[in-house]
């Protein structure tokens, strides 16, 4: 599952998640309490998120962390790697 957070509004992530056809969520933090919590800002006083990424495995440890990605194109690549991976440990 990958779930996106950004510190606007829910109506500007939803047009955002539009312009760009992603299928999934973009939670809104705009307290950013998340973006303080996993380091896309380094204080209350930041107006945009550092554009990150975090893999979180099943038993909710990061198992991955990526400093700075493009999002525009990182989650559909994450999702293909993971699913890759995922259809490797099967066989």
Same mark, same amino acid.
């Given at each position: 599952?990958?779930? $996106?957070?950004?510190?606007?509004? =829910?109506?500007? /992530? ?5 312009? @760009?056809?992603? !299928?999934?969520?973009?939670?809104? !933090?705009? %307290?950013?309490?998340? %973006? *303080? %919590?996993? %380091?896309?800002?380094? /204080? =209350? !006083?930041?107006? @945009? ?5 975090y893999v979180? $495995? =099943?038993? $909710? &440890? ?5 400093? &700075?990605?493009d999002a525009?194109? @990182? =989650?559909?690549?994450? *999702? ?7 259809? $490797?440990?099967?066989?």
């Open positions: 599952m990958i779930i $996106g957070c950004s510190f606007d509004s =829910p109506e500007k /992530n939803r047009r955002f998640a539009q312009l @760009y056809a992603f !299928d999934f969520s973009i939670l809104s !933090d705009t %307290g950013k309490k998340i %973006g *303080l %919590g996993y %380091g896309a800002a380094r /204080n =209350p !006083d930041d107006e @945009y998120a550092r554009r990150i990424a979180i $495995g =099943p038993d $909710g &440890r990061v198992v991955e962390s990526h400093e &700075r990605v525009a194109s @990182y =989650p559909r690549e994450q *999702l293909a790697r993971l699913q890759s991976a995922q259809a $490797g440990s099967d066989a």
